[in-house]
Nanobody, 124 residues
Framework: QVQLVESGGGLVQAGGSLRLSCAASGRTFSNYRMGWFRQAPGKEREFVAWISRSGGSTYYTDPVQGRFTISRDNAKDTVYLQMNSLTPEDTAVYYC?????????????????WGQGTQVTVSS
């Protein structure tokens, strides 16, 4: 089992920045590909970004490309999502997730463990 706990969400004005953190425990963190997803009210959960086990590879959905940065610190068992130039369309609950396999990771059903989520609200 892997336990994931997100933090860092909050209310921010459009154009602002937030940094989300996701602390993992329970298993060897570096064995998992990590992803961030988000879910806005009335919408399905959508992929945001993933990062490889070593941190050497990353991938983003187009709407956040160039604004968000996913990173990880395997020594601290933590993955981060730096979000810049936020817009009201980024408002959602953000979830981190862990995937055992080294490939893939743009679908929610590819992930094995999930955090409880953290709310991000961007005001206009």
């Amino acid at each position: 089992q892997v336990q994931l706990v997100e933090s860092g969400g909050g209310l921010v004005q459009a154009g602002g920045s937030l940094r989300l953190s996701c602390a993992a425990s329970g298993r060897t963190f570096s064995n998992y590909r990590m992803g961030w997803f988000r879910q806005a009210p009335g919408k399905e959960r959508e992929f945001v970004a993933w990062i490889s086990r070593s941190g050497g590879s990353t991938y983003y959905t187009d709407p956040v490309q160039g604004r968000f940065t996913i990173s990880r610190d395997n020594a601290k068992d933590t993955v981060y999502l730096q979000m810049n130039s936020l817009t009201p369309e980024d408002t959602a609950v953000y979830y981190c997730a862990a995937r055992k396999y080294i490939f893939g990771g743009v679908r929610a059903d590819e992930y094995d463990y999930w955090g409880q989520g953290t709310q991000v609200t961007v005001s206009s």
